[in-house]
T-cell receptor
Framework: GAVVSQHPSWVICKSGTSVKIECRSL??????MFWYRQFPKQSLMLMATSNEGSKATYEQGVEKDKFLINHASLTLSTLTVTSAHPEDSSFYIC?????????????FGQGTRLTVV | TQLLEQSPQFLSIQEGENLTVYCNSS?????LQWYRQEPGEGPVLLVT?????EVKKLKRLTFQFGDARKDSSLHITAAQPGDTGLYLC??????????FGTGTRLQVTL
């Protein structure tokens, strides 16, 4: 199966600082990656679509200046949480789909648990 | 906005019991996936169903896609503690976006 790797697995940061999360497709190229946020015991909420070489597409209600997305290569997308606050604490997960799977079977990273103190 | 409602939200059963999880929507999807997620990890794909009425089996798990491609079910036979986790259905829409269901948390005890 396809492998998507996310780093770091967990991070603790102080309020007001920025945190960068990386999402890599290890054995396939992904022109599109997706970033989700998940609150405890809840489902995944799509935050944005990361597009290689162009601007990300954000879902309604997601602040693009708060959650900066960069997709500079076909195997790497980054999500930067800027000026983090405790309410940004959450589990962030990325996904990507190999082109030969019709772009509809998603493979997920391990997730990043962000705690802002 | 496409919504996928799963039921039940939470299910606690004993080892050996059977169960069914439902995923319902008013929207039509080109395909539907089922995932299982364990705490602190990303979801893992279990199956994709594409054709209306399609039935797929994965060992003790049976997945069905509704004829109208708006709903799906997951049936587990003789549940085991290893089946414990959060089960998520997800419908494929435009631009490769997935809409996730509300989730069903399954706990199987000895």
């Amino acid at each position: 199966g396809a492998v998507v790797s996310q780093h770091p697995s967990w991070v603790i940061c102080k309020s007001g600082t920025s945190v960068k999360i990386e999402c890599r497709s290890l054995d396939f190229q992904a022109t599109t990656m997706f970033w989700y946020r998940q609150f405890p015991k809840q489902s995944l909420m799509l935050m944005a679509t990361s597009n290689e070489g162009s601007k990300a597409t954000y879902e309604q209600g997601v602040e693009k200046d708060k959650f900066l997305i960069n997709h500079a290569s076909l195997t790497l997308s980054t999500l930067t949480v800027t000026s983090a606050h405790p309410e940004d604490s959450s589990f962030y997960i990325c996904s990507a789909s190999p082109p030969d799977r019709g772009n509809t079977e998603a493979f997920f990273g391990q997730g990043t648990r962000l705690t802002v103190v | 906005t496409q919504l996928l409602e799963q039921s039940p939200q939470f299910l606690s059963i004993q080892e050996g019991e059977n169960l069914t999880v439902y995923c319902n929507s008013s929207s039509v999807f080109s395909s539907l996936q089922w995932y299982r997620q364990e705490p602190g990890e990303g979801p893992v794909l279990l199956v994709t169903v594409v054709t209306g009425g399609e039935v797929k089996k994965l060992k003790r798990l049976t997945f069905q896609f509704g004829d109208a491609r708006k709903d799906s079910s997951l049936h587990i036979t003789a549940a085991q503690p290893g089946d414990t986790g959060l089960y998520l259905c997800a419908g494929a829409g435009t631009a490769s976006k997935l809409t996730f269901g509300t989730g069903t948390r399954l706990q199987v005890t000895l």
